[in-house]
């Protein structure tokens, strides 16, 4: 079989969307931080339609680890498929934005002098939460970080995306070139304002011109994003080359739903992302709590629990009445409360993801969501937390969701089984449960010591600790399966 390229663009299988547009005839006006499945299925798509209109905007992308994106788009001109799969079957269309990847540490200074061209007024970022180095629970930077370590001992070759960005805005500085605005698109709470945060507090620790330059002159964009992107499998990849017609190595599966809040905060120049769906607010804020909360909340405590009770995937954990009534109950009774969103219908929006949670077409394990945790759980679930302890209310289904993520860094399933736990915090977290044994309120008592992640407020507060450690008694007990119907018979 032929390899997707654009010479063989005209023989795909002719119900393949197509770019509108020459590729070889844009010019790269982003540079884009991540070129992962979630950018490639969501960002590059609204630029792939804005490239019809506008030819100046093509990103350049760059994969701070690892070479496997490059090397398996760059046969294939940087060409790939997007597939979107729902209940009525899949399209595909190959989208032709990005137009070059760079492998930071393979080549920084190559990387460095894409961010520096003066044509580039936008660095986009989605590096998950992890890749900006900063502590989850208070959200400033973490200089003991081993990558921040490093790239401060030679911070004009960085590969942090923190360290990138300041030697970055640094170089254009210094050549008196505007600076590039800052669009973090990753699921962080106040993205804009954490990453300026993050990437001042790093140049500080370098010079504190370059610290008061990017404190004061250089625009962070906030933005919500939101499309559900599950890792590309092999059998995913078989299928939509011979839907496609040719051979594509590393195709994005995705759902019809997409969505892109975007804050207005672009000095130095911005396509325009509203004529191409994205919707230009002057506060982004509200859009990414509520849909931290209610998506992203509901997503990590199915993928506990789906995966502890033997779930493969998000919809057949949802297939099961009392997982969907429990998830239903917790965006209703505990997350809706804390939120305020202008114009927003939150009924509306909680059964429209209860829907897409239950895509059967959309095979997105509960194990590849449940990564991270120590990340997450700040922004996903202890916010709210926080909000409803305040407010003097109920927090039973939260402290569920939060137990699950306790009794899954254990590092063992109800069979005894070992869980592939990835996490930065991995082997701390199994090293606190092995101490701690299955006692529950010494087990709870241990993690909710962990201050990266719940701080210091929530180990104290009874309202918390107390239906966090009855919910992991119950999940010690009972399982997993057994304590959701308990929890889901109090929603009903
Ligand atoms: C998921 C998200 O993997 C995860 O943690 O919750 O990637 C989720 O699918 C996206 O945020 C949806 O927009």
Redesign the pocket.
């Known amino acids: 079989m032929k390899r997707l390229s654009l010479q063989t663009l005209p023989d795909l299988a002719p119900q393949v969307r197509r770019p509108a547009y020459d590729p070889r005839a844009t010019t790269t006006g982003i540079v884009h931080l991540g070129v992962g499945a979630?950018h490639r299925a969501h960002q590059a798509v609204y630029l792939d339609d804005l490239l019809a209109g506008d030819p100046q905007w093509a990103i350049a992308g760059a994969s701070l680890r690892r070479a496997d994106m490059r090397d398996a788009l760059a046969a294939q001109d940087n060409l790939f498929t997007v597939a979107v799969r729902s209940g009525e079957g899949t399209t595909l269309r190959v989208v032709g934005s990005l137009r070059a990847i760079h492998v930071a540490p393979e080549n920084p200074e190559a990387l460095l002098a894409a961010m520096c061209d003066p044509a580039v007024r936008i660095v986009s970022l989605t590096v998950t939460e992890k890749g900006y180095c900063h502590d989850p629970a208070t959200g400033d930077l973490d200089p003991a970080h081993p990558d921040i370590a490093a790239d401060l001992t030679r911070p004009r070759a960085p590969t942090s995306s923190p360290g990138l960005l300041a030697e970055a805005l640094r170089r254009r500085r210094e050549a008196g070139i505007v600076p590039f605005t800052v669009m973090p698109c990753d699921?962080l709470p106040e993205n804009g304002p954490t990453v300026h945060r993050i990437v001042s507090q790093y140049a500080a620790l370098i010079d504190g011109g370059l610290a008061r330059f990017v404190e004061n002159d250089v625009a962070f964009a906030g933005t919500m994003?939101?499309?559900?992107?599950p890792a590309t499998s092999e059998a995913d990849i078989a299928e939509v080359s011979a839907q496609l017609g040719a051979e594509d190595a590393w195709p994005v599966m995705t759902e019809p739903f997409t969505q892109w809040v975007i804050e207005d905060r672009f000095p130095t120049g911005r396509p325009d992302f509203a004529s191409v769906g994205a919707e230009m607010v002057a506060d982004v804020e509200p859009f990414e709590r509520m849909?931290l909360r209610m998506?992203?909340g509901s997503?990590?405590t199915l993928a506990y629990l789906g995966y502890l009770a033997g779930y493969e995937t998000v919809s057949q954990t949802m297939a099961d009445a009392h997982f969907e009534r429990l998830i239903r109950g917790l965006m209703t009774e505990e997350v809706m409360p804390t939120l305020t969103v202008p114009g927003a219908d939150l009924g509306a929006y909680r059964d429209a993801l209860i829907r897409r949670f239950n895509n059967p077409a959309l095979k997105?394990r509960t194990w590849?969501?449940a990564?991270d945790g120590s990340q997450?759980l700040p922004q996903r679930l202890l916010g709210t937390v926080r909000d409803r302890l305040a407010a003097g209310a109920p927090v039973d289904r939260l402290a569920l969701g939060v137990a699950a993520w306790m009794r899954y860094v254990t590092g063992t399933d109800e069979k005894g089984t070992a869980i592939d736990v990835r996490d930065p915090m991995a082997d701390r977290l199994k090293a606190i449960g092995a101490a701690a044994g299955r006692d529950a309120p010494r087990l709870a008592a241990a993690y909710l010591g962990v201050e990266e992640i719940f701080g210091r407020d929530l180990a104290e507060h009874q309202g918390f600790v107390r239906p966090v450690t009855a919910a992991l008694a119950a999940l010690l007990d009972r399982g997993a399966a057994a304590t959701v119907s308990d929890y889901g018979r109090v929603a009903a």
């Open positions: 979630f699921n994003v939101d499309r559900i992107v849909k998506l992203n997503h990590s997105h590849q969501i990564m997450k």
